[in-house]
């Protein structure tokens, strides 16, 4: 079984996003909020794709 390792970078960045913009989504003003959810969103969207393709690397081919 093959795994690949270099999409590990997506998860640690996938999950950086969501612990940075967890706490910014409530703590900033109105206009900047919605940028901070879009990056939770974004970092928990990127985080199961590199599980995914850790997991079976050639998921897209």
């Given at each position: 079984m093959h795994i690949g390792y270099q999409y590990l970078v997506l998860?640690?960045?996938g999950l950086a996003a969501v612990a940075w913009g967890l706490p910014a989504?409530?703590?900033?003003?109105?206009?900047?909020?919605i940028a901070a959810a879009l990056a939770v969103l974004a970092g928990v969207i990127a985080t199961m794709i590199g599980i995914l393709l850790t997991i079976i690397p050639s998921f897209f081919r």
């Amino acid at each position: 079984m093959h795994i690949g390792y270099q999409y590990l970078v997506l998860i640690i960045a996938g999950l950086a996003a969501v612990a940075w913009g967890l706490p910014a989504a409530h703590r900033l003003k109105k206009p900047y909020d919605i940028a901070a959810a879009l990056a939770v969103l974004a970092g928990v969207i990127a985080t199961m794709i590199g599980i995914l393709l850790t997991i079976i690397p050639s998921f897209f081919r």
